[in-house]
């Protein structure tokens, strides 16, 4: 019986997920492309801002030796979320 109770509730999720999904599509229909290409600037601006200091951080981890300040900052973070 505990199985289905996990089943509806599943259910339930999808089903407010699939209302939530048709508002955000129904607004976002009526709004125009040129309204929103700043925003979409700005978008493509942060995604490329946290892609090139990802691939900073990567590399200043992978060499041995990089700043240890940097690697010590990151095991705390991973300690902190408990990786």
Known sequence: MRWIGR??????????????LYVFFITLATISPAKVGGVTA??????ATLTVRGIRLARELADPGGDPR??????RQRERRGF
């Open 7 to 20: 089943l509806s509730l599943s259910f339930w999720v999808i089903a407010l997920g699939a209302v939530v």
């Open 70 to 75: 940097v690697r010590r900052a990151l095991n």
């Open 42 to 47: 700005v978008a493509a601006a942060l995604a």
